[in-house]
């Protein structure tokens, strides 16, 4: 079976982000005035189901994705999911000239040197970037993306089971740069080099787009569940209530006197989690030095960071007090992302205070929906597809 297929006209698609903490499920339609968000939901994944980015759980899985749609009232449909993990590779990389059919002969060859996991259990897709890499003769730039063959045919079996059309499966940044192009320039992704942090529960993942182009993706596993940890030990309480006092008491602080004005517990998870901020703050310096490093060209617009601007998504970019801190750690303008914002969807009729609340977990999910709806855009081969 091939995911894919041809661009058909479709009224409306879901998005399924499913994550190792939480299930975020989005529904646009198509309308006379371009696309809509029609609902949008969440809720936890069962415990143990997802391990490295494979559901090992599919039925648990289908089953609470299903109570979701029920909840929605949503029947089924067109659906995209994604897949997101240390193990997922996407890359550009140089490669010697030749055809499209000659490549896609040798694909899984020339993957070997670039993933970590045996090609032969693998999904491995490509696109062409640069026919002629300048100052390289007779080689060519690739993006190439591969993931685990268990990790898409986990996804799909899931959308299968919860009742649901499988459309395609495809890799996180990709519905990350989609989502974001959607604002209609609210962002500024044209010209400009972008950090995307997508902070989810056990990763987060940093992505980085130049002139709306993908260049770059890194997973540090450094997220919400690492500062949640973090909070337990320092304070010696559950895991239950650590969650509890990081979503609602605990503020991110840029100074002890700004610490001072939290009761005592909110202090400690605070001062708790620092170190982890900081790191993750080492990670994408890290990430910029090494794409500075491949231009050989620093982006002049960019400042001394290597970046023009910074955005976080995911459910741990919520943390109230982390835009600003990040803002005073790395010196350059940074946002939460609300792809609701404004753009090309539209979202008038849905609960303005949840998707405040929500938005930052929801990129991603509309990103994936979006790839079924917007039929002008092209189809990336960011998209590991299960043929079947």
Do not use: C
Not at 113 to 137: C, H, K, Q, T, W
Request: aromatic share 4%.
């Amino acid at each position: 079976m091939g995911i894919l297929g041809k661009l058909v006209s479709r009224s409306s698609a879901v998005g399924l982000d499913i994550g190792s903490a939480g299930i975020k499920l989005v529904q646009l339609q198509r309308t006379k005035d371009g696309v809509a968000l029609h609902k949008a939901g969440s809720a936890p994944t069962p415990a143990g189901a997802m391990k490295a980015g494979v559901i090992v759980d599919p039925l648990a899985t289908a089953q609470a994705v299903r109570s979701l749609l029920e909840a929605l009232q949503i029947e089924g449909g067109p659906a995209v999911a994604g897949v997101a993990g240390p193990t997922v590779v996407v890359r550009e990389v140089p490669l010697p000239s030749m055809s499209d059919r000659q490549l896609r002969k040798s694909i899984q060859w020339e993957a070997r040197n670039y993933i970590s996991f045996p090609v032969e259990d693998s999904v491995v897709e490509f696109e062409v970037l640069d026919r002629e890499m300048e100052g390289n003769a007779g080689q060519m730039k690739v993006m190439l993306v591969a993931a685990p063959r268990d990790m898409v045919d986990s996804q799909v079996e899931t959308l299968e089971l919860a009742g649901l059309e499988p459309m395609a499966v495809e890799t996180q940044p990709f519905a990350i740069m989609r989502g974001l192009s959607a604002t209609n320039g609210h962002y500024q992704l044209t010209g400009e080099t972008t950090a995307v942090l997508e902070m989810g529960a056990s990763y987060t993942e940093i992505t980085i787009i130049k002139g709306g182009q993908f260049v770059l993706s890194r997973m540090i596993p450094i997220a919400g569940n690492a500062f949640t940890e973090a909070i337990k030990t320092a304070l010696e309480i559950s895991t239950e209530e650590a969650n509890e006092l990081k979503e609602k008491a605990m503020r991110v602080v840029l100074s002890e006197e700004e610490r001072a004005t939290l009761d005592p517990a909110a202090q400690q998870a605070s001062r708790a989690i620092e170190p982890h901020l900081d790191e993750v703050i080492r990670e994408l310096r890290r990430s910029l030095a090494y794409y500075d490093y491949q231009q050989q060209q620093p982006d002049a617009t960019a400042g001394d960071l290597g970046v023009a601007q910074i955005l976080l998504s995911g459910g741990s970019a919520r943390l109230p007090g982390l835009l600003e801190y990040f803002q005073a750690q790395l010196g350059v303008p940074v946002s939460v992302v609300n792809v609701f914002a404004q753009g090309e969807v539209q979202a008038r009729g849905v609960n303005q205070e949840y998707l405040e609340a929500q938005a930052p977990s929801l990129l991603v999910g509309t990103g994936l929906a979006l790839r079924e709806l917007l039929l002008d855009a092209p189809k990336d081969s960011g998209s590991p597809e299960d043929h079947q």
